[in-house]
């Protein structure tokens, strides 16, 4: 009697899901006429997209694409207009303690030290006063600037502010990384020595339940290759996703991304993402206004 085939093991249930997601903007207009009062633009058209728990995923496409829109709604600060946003198979909500959100800019408090920036969310989180600085001073230690807790703003390069934001954003220790161009302010050689830092720290956390998941915004087609296990490429007026590929690229690369970038494999793959882009983009033309943006009465 043969044996019988063993039943495929079960794909778990994504953390995130995009379902027929579709969201518009009132804008506020000027001029006579109702039409010129109440236009509308379509930030994003049906989109659907999964991602399993522990993915780093990179959002990558031109300003207007509905990027920073689809880590808000994970964030809980924008509901679709249309179709549902699920995080671990429920909306999101304010607040959610599990998530850090990182932005381009490190909106760092001026009034406040290194030391006690990065403490910020730990207060919010009931940490006690022992904790939040022991904590603060390992990631401050972690992103490079052992010795420059106690200095301010203005007192540290941009670089070095970046940094900070880094380790506040890390320090409560959030399952769920959105991650909004947090490296596009830097100079070429700071932008590869972060992401080599954040890499690093992302790839030596890969712990069972405590592997995070990062959802990365980037206008930058070849920092998406480097750092993500999957890029999602998108096109605006309307957002919309154009192609979702899997980087099979090895890991860990944290130590390897100066010389990565050179390598034809590197170069294949994002070369074929750029021409899927161009090619995209070259078709949107007389399409852009009709889709992106509208008119009601």
């Known amino acids: 009697m043969q044996a019988a085939t063993p039943a495929p093991a079960a794909r778990p249930a994504p953390l995130i899901s995009f379902r027929d997601v579709r969201q518009v903007f009132r804008l506020s207009g000027k001029g006579d006429g109702s039409a010129a009062r109440n236009r509308e633009l379509v930030a994003l ?49 304010l607040p959610n303690m599990d ?3 990182m932005f381009a800019r490190d909106a760092l408090l001026p009034w406040r030290t290194a030391r006690k920036n990065v403490e910020l969310p730990l ?3 009931g940490w006690g006063r022992k904790e939040r600085r022991e904590r603060a001073e390992e990631m401050l230690e972690l992103v490079g600037l052992k010795g420059r807790e106690s200095q301010y703003r203005l007192q540290l390069s941009q670089g070095m502010r970046q940094r900070v934001a880094l380790a506040r ?9 959105l991650m909004d161009e947090p490296f596009a302010a830097l100079d070429a050689r700071t932008k590869l020595t972060l992401q080599a830092e954040f890499l690093r720290i992302w790839e ?43 980087i099979d690229l090895p890991r ?4 390897l991304l100066g010389e990565l970038q050179f390598t034809k494999e590197f170069q294949d793959i994002t070369h074929g993402l ?10 949107r033309g007389a399409d852009a206004a009709k889709q992106g943006e509208t008119t009601t009465p």
């Open 45 to 93: 058209q049906d989109v659907n997209v999964d991602i399993q728990a522990g993915q780093f995923v990179a959002l990558v496409g031109a300003s207007g694409c509905g990027k920073t829109t689809m880590l808000n709604m994970l964030a809980g600060l924008v509901e679709p207009t249309h179709g549902e946003v699920l995080l671990d198979g429920r909306a999101p909500r």
């Open 99 to 101: 998530i850090g959100y």
């Open 123 to 125: 207060e919010t989180r």
């Open 169 to 177: 954003t890390l320090a409560p220790d959030p399952s769920l990384l």
């Open 204 to 246: 030596n956390n890969q712990n069972g339940d405590r592997r995070k998941t990062v959802i990365f915004v980037t206008h930058d087609l070849q920092e998406a290759v480097l750092l993500a296990d999957r890029v999602i490429v998108m096109l605006p007026h309307p957002g919309r996703i154009a192609e979702d590929r899997v």
């Open 252 to 255: 860990p690369r944290a130590e």
């Open 274 to 283: 750029f021409e899927r882009l161009e090619g995209a983009i070259g078709d």
